[in-house]
């Protein structure tokens, strides 16, 4: 589909979905009243921007007040097949015919085809990820599934040499761990395994961690991107340029503080609105940032990219006026291998932002003022906002811990 014709398209599905989810879902009905929104106030992407954007705590409290699924479902309860429960908790509708394109389309990006052997190793209890919507998208291909789970890596390996098993769906993770159990137990991972084909989410993919993978088992891997709530949002194709935006979604990338549209190239939260009758999302902020872009891929695939996640909202803030993200404070560590760790404080003094890039180095007789200018020059490139490089003995950054520091209080 041309830009034109999947622009008509999105807008002609988005006006069938606000119709059926104002008449079958009471919390959309509810939302859009408030918002003082008819059904037909929404002709357009554009017109989205009229309806508040409904947050996962939101979610969480409606579905608390009115148990199970806080009204969001846009069929009567009886005609579920299951109810999934997400991390929160919260919990998702599982309707009977799973007719979602997303997660099928970025499988098949990565190489997955009919007849393939494929092993599941997504957990199949409570989150709808491995049974509803990576087995459904697998059979919708045509590949046969191994549903396996998580964990026994050695009964895995067995699996994967015994069944000669071509695809793998799980974490990028979890398919180290099956590299380092059939090492130790002797197997060569490209002559005793045909793995061929990788397709990883839930987990965010470094490319050395990709590349190394790739090499060892002499396989492809893409990842996809999505929630529980909107299943898929993004998959990677062979260019490996950006996810491409599944055409059974609108996304929208905006400005978090005022729900606006942002354009192409523009950094902020991703918005999505699904087609599905039983969980009719409308406008699902996902709390994750990202930029959009419409440049055609060499892969002849039409649809709009998200390039990188860069990190969360609730991480992301306002320096000086500038909209700064933890996806910048990677950019920049990425640019200097002697960087083990680093993160950005913000605080504020005589009324004005100060931002403090704090820094472990790999080996502390590394610093010198060369290296503290250098990175404060890439500070100013990426994030556009002036910093000062301040280097910290090892062990005061914690592991796993925020990449910006807000400690500015407001008085
Ligand atoms: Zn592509």
Not at 102 to 129: C, E, K, L
Not at 255 to 276: M, N, R, S, W, Y
């Amino acid at each position: 589909m041309d830009s034109e014709k999947r622009f008509e398209y999105l807008n002609r599905r988005l006006r069938g979905i606000a119709q059926y989810a104002y008449k079958h879902s009471p919390a959309i009905k509810n939302k859009m009243d408030a918002a003082g929104v008819k059904p037909r106030d929404i002709q357009t992407v554009k017109d989205l921007e009229k309806l508040p954007i409904t947050k996962k705590t939101e979610l969480m409290e409606l579905q608390k007040k009115n148990p199970p699924l806080g009204g969001f479902e846009g069929v009567p309860l009886h005609a579920l097949r299951r109810i999934y429960i997400s991390p929160g908790p919260l919990y998702e509708p599982g309707e009977t015919e799973y007719d979602e394109l997303g997660w099928a389309q970025g499988m098949y990006a990565a190489g997955f085809r009919p007849g393939d052997i494929a092993i599941n190793t997504f957990s199949y209890h409570m989150v709808p990820f491995a049974m509803q919507m990576v087995d459904n998208s697998l059979f919708r291909i045509g590949c046969i599934t191994i549903p396996t789970g998580v964990g026994n890596t050695e009964q895995q390996v067995n699996i994967l040499k015994n069944l000669r098993v071509k695809a793998f769906c799980g974490t990028p993770s979890f398919l180290l761990n099956l590299a380092e159990k059939a090492e130790e137990l002797g197997l060569d991972l490209r002559k005793d395994l045909i793995l061929r084909v990788g397709f990883v989410a839930a987990e965010m993919l470094s490319e050395s961690l990709r590349s190394e993978l790739e090499e060892r088992f002499g396989m492809i891997i893409r990842q996809g991107y999505g929630t529980a709530d909107i299943r898929c949002l993004g998959y990677e194709c062979m260019e490996k340029n950006g996810m491409h935006i599944p055409d059974d979604k609108i996304v929208e990338i905006v400005d978090p503080q005022t729900g606006k549209q942002l354009g192409p190239g523009k950094t902020g939260e991703i918005v999505a609105t699904t087609f599905d009758r039983s969980y009719p999302l409308i406008r699902f902020g996902t709390g994750d940032l990202s930029t959009l872009t419409e440049t055609r891929c060499p892969c002849g695939r039409t649809s709009p990219r998200l390039l990188k996640i860069l990190g969360r909202v609730d991480q992301a803030t306002k320096v000086r006026g500038l909209f700064i993200h933890p996806g910048q404070v990677d950019d920049v560590a990425a640019r200097f291998p002697q960087i083990a760790r680093c993160r950005v404080r913000i605080t504020r003094s005589a009324h004005k932002d100060e931002m403090t890039f704090l820094i472990e180095l790999t080996g502390e007789e590394g610093q010198s003022d060369k290296l503290r200018e250098g990175i404060e020059r890439s500070v100013r490139d990426i994030m556009k906002v002036r910093g000062e490089v301040q280097f910290v003995p090892k062990g005061t950054i914690p592991d796993g811990g925020k990449k910006i520091e807000d400690q500015r209080t407001w008085e």
